[in-house]
């Protein structure tokens, strides 16, 4: 009897994490997904039928609409809430934020993992420590610099903000990469005569080229889901405010329908969703490589 | 290996171009190191320099007006040192709210960060083996973290509300509550449970509830990769020694993982310390959800006191600080271990 004890015990504990495994998974599938599967819902749902059953899960085909879409996205002068112009805006700052902050990035991630140049150790510690000052620490400042120059209520100095935000984590992410491409094959550039600014151009860019393009990614989500830098610089001119911005705005308010600043929900959250699932690979990777080196 | 092939090409191609490079050069030849350095700080000095505008000089900035009598309208005639004084600390630490959205924000923080690194852990363990359906769930549990903080924030506000939310009409209808629940705007909701009387504060706790559903997929990531990294004889060699699930997660697994989560504990109570977005959005820093970074945001626009909004985000970055440099002090060998 004792013998058969011990393994009893694997045996019961073997069972009851399959169980609890299975319920966990449901249990997260349900939480992350319910929550967007109601966003949609809402969406195409007029506000009657919401406030008339608001635990309904379901849509019944005659309760099925798109105005709320066309309500959204109808310029202000029809009668709608503008958010064409909101997505308009929110694609500026967003792809001018990549741009912007690749052109800086590129060259620093290179130069931190491969030339040995005076504080190349300091200089990445210095720019991950940026992400040690609170966001509103630089809120203060930049609000009265901003206001001072003009800039405030401009998308090219949310833009500069934007990417002194995301200029360091670019660079942390692009050099894991980069630190992977073995030295040779640049000797072997400089050997044919490349300088260095070829080298990077015609040999490392290609070869980093997964890397960039989920850097990119990463920065054009941060960009497009930022509020509080948009809140502080665009609150006062509804003709510049990125969609964020926009539905944070109206959901303040009690005229506009919350059907209606749901479908606004779903098409501020479509093109992130969109973009990640295209290149979930690519980003998670990029996330995380470095993290498994124990 | 694989790369040899695909730097062979680019060769080719640079070739032409190259020879008509040195001729235009100059001729005093330099040493390789003294080349490196100089185009590495080449190459550094944009984002330097974007860093520095943008982020090192606004924070000095912050300090100097911190020990300032400065209003917004003052600013713009004011030079960079104006009139000091020690007042916007002094109504920092004298004015009411301030200890108690200290306490605030450590208790959002502390609930933030355990929660979701804790959530992450579980699920990273239940997704470790292959099943059906594993890689669409595994990009599904990522969404709370990519999709757009304003969207998921107005849908929760929505499925919580009192009128018209989902939560509270299936509370409704399977738990028979008599009274709808406004979570988001209860600071203190009475729960008699066997006869004991507990105030539980409401809406903190459902935001930091959705501070955990937001970030556990961050955390999970983490955990899932370094969990895929452990060899799998060692937890082999134990299974045939008979050790159950448990004791194989305390002494094999826990060990390996424990510099990772050590290293997300930080990274993530950093940044739920500084955390705005999520509770200005939620609850607009009411009902008892009044964390500091949204008492500063409060200074600046509502006042338009920048002195005193520089000044409480100086020491809230000064107590951000102070307990990282407590915790390094204490743990700190094991996440330089990981990083």
């Known amino acids: 009897m004792t013998r058969k004890a011990a393994p009893s015990r694997a045996q019961f504990e073997e069972r009851l994490f399959g169980v609890l495994r299975r319920l966990v998974i449901a249990f997260l599938a349900v939480i992350t997904l319910l929550p967007f599967y109601y966003m949609l819902l809402l969406s195409v749902k007029p506000i009657d039928a919401l406030l008339l059953d608001p635990g309904s899960l379901w849509i019944s085909a005659k309760d099925f609409t798109l105005s709320t879409y066309h309500d959204v996205l109808r310029s202000t002068d029809d009668g709608g809430q503008g958010f064409v112009k909101f997505l308009l805006n929110s694609a500026l700052v967003s792809l001018g934020t990549v741009a912007l ?98 080298t990077v151009r015609k040999v490392i860019l290609p070869l980093a080229l997964p890397s960039l393009m989920a850097t990119g990614l990463y920065i054009f989500m941060i960009a497009w889901n930022e509020f509080l830098f948009a809140l502080l610089f665009l609150a006062a001119d509804p003709d510049k405010w990125t969609v964020s911005l926009g539905l944070a705005q109206l959901s303040n308010g009690i005229e506009v329908p919350k059907t209606v600043l749901m479908a606004g929900s779903v098409v501020l959250t479509i093109p992130v969703v969109v973009l990640f699932f295209a290149a979930e690979r690519l980003l998670t990777e990029g996330l995380t490589s470095g993290a498994d080196k124990s | 290996m694989t790369t040899a092939p695909a730097g062979a090409p680019q060769r080719r191609a640079t070739g032409p171009r190259s020879t008509a490079g040195p001729a235009s050069r100059t001729s005093r030849p330099m040493t390789a190191s003294r080349r490196a350095n100089r185009a590495g700080l080449a190459f550094v000095s944009p984002t330097f320099v974007v860093v520095l505008v943008v982020v090192v000089l606004p924070i000095l900035w912050t300090v100097l007006l ?88 107005f849908v929760w506000e929505v499925a919580l509300s009192p009128q018209y939310g989902v939560v509270n009409d299936w509370g409704r209808r399977l738990f028979g509550w008599d009274h709808p629940i406004a979570f988001l705007s209860t600071r203190e909701y009475s729960v008699h449970l066997l006869g004991v009387h507990v105030d539980v504060p409401l809406a903190l706790l459902t935001v930091i509830a959705f501070e955990c559903w937001r970030y556990f997929p961050f955390a999970f990531l983490f955990i899932l990769a370094r969990l895929q990294a452990v060899p799998h004889t060692l937890e082999e060699a134990a299974k045939v020694d008979g050790a159950t699930p448990t004791q194989r997660f305390r002494h094999i697994l826990l060990p390996q993982l424990m510099p990772v989560i050590a290293l997300l504990c930080v990274l993530r109570f950093i940044m739920t310390f500084n955390k705005f977005d999520d509770v200005y959005l939620l609850t607009g820093g009411g009902a008892g959800t009044d964390v500091a970074a949204v008492r500063v945001y409060d200074f600046l626009t509502a006042r338009y006191d920048v002195g005193a909004a520089a000044a409480q985000a100086l020491v809230l970055a000064a107590s951000l600080m102070l307990l990282l440099g407590l915790y390094f002090k204490f743990f700190g060998n094991k996440v330089q271990e990981e990083s």
């Open chain 2, 66 to 153: 911190a020990f300032q009598k400065a209003k917004l309208v003052d600013i713009q005639g004011m030079g960079l040192f104006g009139h000091w004084s020690l007042d916007n600390f002094a109504q920092v630490f004298d004015s009411a709210g301030f200890w108690s959205s200290l306490t605030t924000t450590l208790l959002y923080t502390a609930g933030g960060t355990l929660g979701s690194v804790a959530l992450g852990l579980v699920a990273a363990l239940a997704l470790r083996k292959p099943f059906r359906g594993r890689g669409l769930l595994r990009a599904a549990m990522l969404l709370p973290y990519v999709a757009p903080v304003v969207a998921v924030a």
């Open chain 1, 101 to 198: 902050t690749l052109l800086a990035a590129v060259p620093g991630a290179y130069a931190v993992s491969r030339l040995k140049f005076f504080g190349h150790r300091q200089v990445s510690a210095l720019f991950l420590a940026v992400y040690l000052f609170p966001a509103t620490l630089l809120a203060v400042p930049l609000f009265v610099i901003f206001a001072r120059m003009g800039l405030s209520s401009s998308l090219v100095g949310l833009a500069i903000v934007y990417v002194a935000q995301t200029v360091p984590v670019s660079i942390y992410m692009l050099k894991n990469y980069l630190v992977t491409i073995p030295y040779s094959i640049e000797e072997a550039a400089a050997l044919d005569g490349c300088s260095r600014l070829q």
